[in-house]
């Protein structure tokens, strides 16, 4: 039985591939010559002990990473082996696809560790991967799956945050919905919270195409400097994406303030026809002695009729003026 804290084990070659390793031949191949695989839960505090106890061979600095806690995506050789730390869209049931996972990878010729303090898919599908068979045999041919498959993630995030991006601009145009400020903010954040990872895990992944390791032939170096490529597609993609958020805030921003605009002057209107109107109904309602009209019982009908003339003057003038009759429009 493996450590609960063991999630995978794999040889890649041998007689024992394609089938998972219990504990006692997973320690012989990690200490042999068959290249194997181990994936550890990085949450449970035993992993760090067993890797000192098993993995000893391991250089410091790699066991070290492994371990830590708070990682960004890097590359470290180390002699003969090599640090990788990249970052995989997070899938996880109601957590953020930007929040991505860290993925931790001591690679060599003969072993591969990984610890990741989270589920994700890339290690997952590369157990079913192992189980099923498929043509994994070296330490190289793995890297270059785990990098296709973090790669191909990061790529559909993008892809379905581009897709937002023309969503919320049509919708932007069309000035439809009043939650479109808070989609937007959104939208950047989510932009932002991705670029932190996905600049340094270009340069990661270039930084890999570009070792001295003899796990890493020339077919291998071929793909990793491809998905470097996709990865730099991505990144400029995301760059876009950024400032097309930002121009969205400010075209959004623009709409609001038209409308304020429109209301005020609309406000403004209304309130040059109605203060004269409103001064006159005020001044001939004092109640004081000298009123004109107090004994004329057709006062109130001339009083109405002045006013309303009052009014259609005001209206003349507005119109004359293009205030009022589609004429102009607040700037």
């Known amino acids: 039985m493996l450590p609960s804290f063991v999630k995978f084990a794999h040889a890649l070659d041998g007689p024992e591939k394609g089938s998972g390793l219990h504990e006692d031949a997973l320690l012989r191949v990690l200490q042999g010559e068959t290249p194997a695989w181990v994936h550890l839960d990085g949450n449970d505090p035993r992993a760090g002990d067993w890797i000192a106890k098993h993995l000893d061979y391991l250089d410091p600095q790699a066991i070290e990473a492994l371990l830590d806690v708070n990682t960004r995506p890097r590359v470290t050789v180390l002699g003969n082996g090599m640090m990788v730390i990249l970052r995989s869209v997070n899938i996880n049931e109601g957590e953020d696809p930007e929040d991505m996972i860290s993925v ?45 498959e973090i790669t191909g993630h990061i790529a559909e ?91 969205l805030r400010e075209e959004l921003s623009s709409h609001l303030s038209d409308r304020l605009n429109r209301n005020m002057f609309m406000l403004s209107i209304l309130s040059a026809i109605f203060l004269p109107l409103g001064f006159l109904t005020g001044l001939f309602g004092v109640n004081v002695g000298g009123m004109p009209g107090v004994g004329d019982s057709s006062a109130f009908l001339w009083l109405c009729l002045a006013m309303g003339l009052i009014f259609l003057l005001q209206l003349v003038i507005l119109w004359r003026m293009q205030w009022i009759g589609g004429g102009h429009r607040p700037q």
Request: no cysteine; net charge negative; hydrophobic share 45%.
């Open 104 to 148: 931790r990878m001591w690679v060599d010729a003969r072993r591969i560790v990984t610890i990741s303090r989270k589920p994700t898919r890339v290690i997952d599908r590369m157990d079913a991967a192992m189980r099923s068979g498929e043509g994994i045999g070296s330490a190289g041919a793995f890297l270059v799956r785990v990098i296709e």
């Open 157 to 247: 995030f993008q892809k379905d945050l581009d897709l937002k991006a023309e969503d919320l601009e049509e919708r932007v145009v069309a000035e439809s919905g009043n939650s479109l400020g808070r989609e937007v903010v959104d939208l950047r954040l989510q932009v932002i919270a991705a670029r932190r990872f996905l600049i340094p895990q270009r340069a990661a992944l270039e930084a890999i195409s570009k070792a001295q390791l003899g796990f890493i032939d020339q077919t291998t170096r071929r793909e990793i400097e491809e998905e470097h490529l996709k990865m730099t597609r991505v990144v400029e993609d995301m760059e876009e994406l950024r400032e097309q958020a930002t121009v």
